[in-house]
């Protein structure tokens, strides 16, 4: 697949899943076997509407946060030689503070750092706001492509394969080894909205000398509420693009790894989309499914 590397986001990593799964309508299937191509889409369009759109939680200003924040940007004003910081508050308040070194006992400039630091206003919920806002009014985000490991959950086939007569796709993440199938990303599933970071990364942003929080994307992308943990749901960041944008990827001939007929699938659609499928990849597999009265759930076999 000719995706773009998002680098901004995180280094893909690669698993062990031989394929993953994307439940369409056959009308849509019909579109990704013709054109060959696969939708990825910024979260805004996603149907979680928080989905990368809350407000990442920043470590609460504690005893501790303070004590390590303090002791950094003393061990910072004193450092030589001195270190290149970040744009930003933090470097402004090192620079200061360097320059009241050279005039005043070391002691005091101590006790004046850690002053400060203990008027910092504990209430961050402004800031998680703002933080927030900015990463929803960015002009330009993730576009991204999601799947499922699992083939056979009936909630799924109910709402992204037209009520169980459509069909999944599943795509090989293993036969070609530039895939970026293989880089998808698992999503973790959280009842509560996690931290942007530790304290002691934060602290390190709060000084100057990060950006951000180095994994600060992922937990806003790759993290969701566990209401949707039945998805089993993960990710290929394929593009970026503006809020409310999709784009279509090429596709390889053999990342086409087979299709799932579903159970309630009209036998001339699954032909003619199965016909489309063995175009594309003569050697994908075809699998069909059938309700199993005795678990709640979906029977999977392999067409002869």
Known sequence: ???????LLMELQSHNLKYLYKYRSAQD?????????????????????????VNLKIPPMDAELREKLASEYVRLVFLEPPVELREGIGRKLVSL??????????????????DAVSQIDPTIEHLERKAGDLLR????GPQMVCLSENATSMPMWYHYADQYKGVVLAFDCQSDPQTSFSGAQQIKYARSIPLVSD???????????LAQPQNVLERMYLVKADQWEY????????????PGSMSDIKLAPNELGGMVIGPKTD?????????????WNPNCVIWETRLDYSSYGLI????A
């Open 1 to 7: 697949m000719a995706l773009l590397r998002y680098a």
């Open 29 to 53: 299937a019909e579109r990704i076997l013709t054109t060959r191509t696969i939708r990825c889409s910024h979260p805004s369009v996603f149907n979680d509407l928080l989905d990368g759109q």
């Open 97 to 114: 503070w360097r320059e009241f070194a050279r005039k005043m006992p070391r002691a005091q400039v101590e006790a004046h750092i850690r």
């Open 137 to 140: 009014s960015a002009p330009r």
């Open 199 to 209: 304290a002691d990364e934060w602290v390190q942003v709060s000084t100057g000398q």
């Open 231 to 242: 998805e089993k749901e993960w990710r290929v960041i394929a593009n970026q693009g503006p």
């Open 267 to 279: 036998t001339k659609v699954a032909d003619r989309l199965i016909r489309l499928a063995r175009t």
């Open 300 to 303: 999977q076999t392999m067409r």
